[in-house]
């Protein structure tokens, strides 16, 4: 029965399979991409789709409106350079600890914003978000401030570095799907549309909701720390708003609350600005016209415009049946 | 025996008295009608009953237990489940989903779930709209949606808030007819309701409030004829 595809278990795999396709393209893609720069652009650009993909799991599927991703991204990042520069921790041990460092801040973010909605809780993100970057700038004999930190590399081959992302983006991703279509993500989901009828069905919202807290600043914390890496040098820039309003930007263009939206809103965003990076400033105009378009027009962005028309014909159906 | 009593249960908003030295007992098996004129406190009551809100004074007692204070969620588990007067579905997932979605939220595995959703849609007319997101639904078929929800796994004691309110006749029977069957398999429920005539259909007992008191309760017809009831509820022209 054709209506069955709006079935959310239905809806994800699609999604889920479209995302694989993508990351089965980022996975070929160095069969023809070999310049070490363009490699380059594609690892970050990967790095933001880690962070939207985080981003998504707390806006997109959980509802929970946060302007701290990039503030957990450098938070992630820190960790493991920390560790090195002050104790010479390994990679092995920092890395991990950057995953469970922010995904314990998240949760006790989580638990602290839990009665906030809306405005409220987007504001109290922010400002968490300010408070670690200033932290860590004026933090100069911890953390070295604006100078930044360098940060020892996993590796020296950029295609080493470009498959590690690739790899790390189809393990979350996939996770993200055996999430979705568990109980917790139907949960997630519940919350989103309505946390009262959630809790009255008897639904944990608070275990819930920082438990999306935290895995959504785990997948950031990952993506931070391994762009440390990366990129040897962090700097409390990773955390700057700006940067959350790109990863927002991404999830909205690509496709709020999917699994393929964030990933190609990700990759779209960064390639794109990057062909625009000789224009200036015109590239965040550009992007910013973007996102009121497909916030007023195309809510459901890219994928969902994609996905909708796979169910086109359910409005006709509901018309019908009323 | 007594499901759901409370003793003393009071709640100010500000200097008003919402609700005020409520004593209410729920027997099991029974149909309670709770009426009463708007701003008499019904809804408040029902919110302390079902956790939303923290009573000032007094208890809440279910099957025994003291729980007062105790959140919708821990109510939920113990068998005490609320409907409410705007309804709460979650829009952006088909009518089968919420259903499936609520039977995952009290216990049940995912294969039991899905057999009870689609026992329930079809009990409750809602088959042929079952793979529609239920934002897209009918407010009358939201409601029924909602009935699901708070039956794919049957609770011990249901609190309806205005279920009948602003639905169309057929729904109404359909609501009516489930309601008794379910009441005939020995389920429980307290229903708000401004429909006199429903409430006289079906309710063995009715209570009223008014300022936030209970001012009568007993048998359904009873209460109607009190002359309390009528001067502050029907208004002293009306009658039943």
């Known amino acids: 029965m054709s209506d069955a595809r709006n079935l959310w278990s239905h809806r994800l795999a699609v ?111 922010l400002s968490f978000a300010e408070i670690a970057r200033v932290v860590i700038s004026n933090s100069y004999d911890f953390t070295r401030g604006a100078q930044g930190l360098n940060v020892p590399t996993l590796m020296q081959s950029r295609v080493g570095y470009y498959y590690l992302f690739v790899a790390v983006v189809l393990v979350v991703l996939a996770g993200l799907f055996f999430v979705m279509r568990s109980a917790i993500g139907r949960f997630w989901l519940a919350i989103r549309d309505d946390e009262t009828g959630a809790e009255s069905r008897g639904i944990d919202v608070v275990r819930y909701k920082t438990l999306a807290f935290a895995l959504s600043c785990a997948i950031c914390g990952l993506a931070g720390a391994l762009y440390g890496t990366f990129s040897q040098l962090v700097s409390p820039e990773l955390g700057l708003l700006l940067q959350t309003g790109i990863v927002i930007a991404m999830v909205v263009i690509g496709g709020i609350g999917t699994l393929t939206g964030p990933l190609v809103g990700a990759l779209l965003v960064y390639l794109a600005s990057e062909w625009m990076r000789g224009l200036g400033n015109v590239q965040m105009i550009v992007f910013s016209a973007l996102v009121i378009i497909f916030a007023r027009f195309f809510r459901e962005g890219l994928w969902g415009l994609v996905a909708r028309r796979r169910v086109r014909a359910l409005p006709r159906a509901a018309a019908g049946a009323r | 025996m007594t499901l759901l009593r409370t003793e003393g249960l009071a709640k100010h908003f500000g200097g008003v008295a919402a609700v005020d030295d409520l004593a209410l007992a729920v027997e099991e098996g029974e149909i309670l ?96 709209v079952m793979y529609l997101d239920a934002g897209q639904l009918s407010g009358g078929q939201r409601k029924l949606l909602e009935f699901g929800m708070c039956f794919i796994a049957p609770p011990r004691l249901a609190l309806l808030d205005e279920p009948f309110a602003a639905v169309h006749p057929v729904m109404r029977e359909t609501m009516a007819r489930f309601i008794r069957r379910r009441n005939e398999e020995g389920h429980t429920f307290l229903v708000v309701s401004h429909d006199m005539p429903i409430v006289v259909e079906l309710c063995d007992r009715a209570a009223c409030m008014n300022a936030g008191r209970l001012i009568a309760i007993g048998a359904t017809r009873d209460v109607l004829q009190d002359p309390v009831v009528i001067e502050a509820y029907l208004g002293s022209e009306s009658h039943v």
């Open chain 1, 15 to 125: 999604d889920f399979r479209a995302a694989l396709v993508v990351v089965a393209v980022l996975a070929a893609a160095p069969i023809v991409v070999t310049s070490p720069y363009t490699l380059g652009i594609l690892i970050v650009s990967m790095y933001f789709a880690l962070l939207a993909m985080g981003w998504n799991l707390l806006a997109g599927f959980a509802g929970q409106f946060s302007l701290a991703p990039a503030a957990f991204a450098m938070l992630g990042a820190y960790v493991p350079g920390l560790l090195d520069y002050h104790w010479h921790v390994s990679l092995a041990v920092g890395i991990p600890a950057g995953i469970v460092g922010t995904a314990i801040v998240g949760w006790l973010l989580g638990r602290v914003v839990l009665r906030l909605r809306g405005p409220y809780l987007a504001l109290t993100t």
């Open chain 2, 33 to 128: 009608g709770l009426i009463g004129p708007n701003g008499s406190g019904k809804t408040t009551a029902l919110n302390m009953l079902s956790g939303f809100l923290v009573p000032d004074r007094g208890s809440v007692w279910f099957a025994d237990e003291n729980v007062t204070g105790k959140k919708p969620v821990a109510l939920a588990r113990r068998g005490l489940l609320r409907m409410f007067q705007t309804t709460r579905v979650f829009v952006r997932i088909s009518a089968f989903d919420n259903l499936l979605t609520a039977g995952l939220a009290r216990g049940l595995d995912e294969a039991e779930a899905r057999e009870r959703a689609r026992v329930l849609l079809e009990e409750l007319t809602l088959t042929p």
